[in-house]
């Protein structure tokens, strides 16, 4: 049986761990040509051993992804996933946090779609998916004043993508996972010195009671990225266990 995406092309990016690995690999399963890229080569590695292209590719850098895209070419699927979470109230911020977080979380979307939007309105359609979070849209969550602010604004990005190019076959759609198993929660769970009692808190959020998968993020990227999607653009697909609920 052919895979969800079967013939499409794809490129995520941090796709050498957490949900940006799962998906790769997801989508590989499901019959994408996948492009992995990420700043983390060594890993990426275990995906071309899968039998994916990988690019070390860093989303900060735009004259990096302008030339990445020129050697791929036309995509149908472009997921956006590198992000990082910055923790601490608006007074714990700085210009420097919030600066970076923007460039790293929303601007590189920015870029990237820049790079594969003409080729996707040259061949006449196809999906953007860009990582947002429940942080910000739709639930405030304490600690995460330069993360929620970022992330709410990949959904403004994701609604002005999907609205302005709706006529030309192409959609763009944001997924808002809640707390996910990945290393850089794991990280953030040691990081606060009683990771029992970090890890407690995490699953609390949830009243399913548990952390989500990066599999079942991908699932939803997978679902998205597909023609059994075709209905549906500009939205927040939220993705949470029911932390926001
Ligand atoms: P992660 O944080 O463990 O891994 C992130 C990956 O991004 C790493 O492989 C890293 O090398 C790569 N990366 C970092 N800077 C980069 C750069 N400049 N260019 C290219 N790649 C870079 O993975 P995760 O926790 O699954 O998070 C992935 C995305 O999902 C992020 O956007 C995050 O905000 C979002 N998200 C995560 C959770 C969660 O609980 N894990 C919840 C909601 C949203």
Redesign the pocket.
Known sequence: MAGLLAGKRAVI?????????AAAEAFHREGAVVTA????AE?LGELADLGMAVET????NAADIAAFAERTGPVDVLFN?????HAGTILDATDADFDFAFD??VR?MMRLIQAFLPGMLAKGGGSIVN?????GVPKGVANRFV?SAS?AAVIGLTKSVATDYIKQGIRCNAI??????????EERMRAQGNYEEARAAFIARQPMGR??T?DE?AALAVYLGSDHAAYTTGQVHVIDGGMSL
Request: glycine share 10%; proline share 6%; charged share 10%.
């Open positions: 990016t941090a796709a050498a761990q957490g949900i940006g690995r890229t990420d700043i983390n890993k590719l860093n989303v900060l996933c590198a992000g990082v979470v790293l979380n590189s990582m947002a979070s429940v942080a993360y992330k808002a996972p809640g707390t996910v198993q990945s290393p850089s929660l952390l989500g990066p993020i």
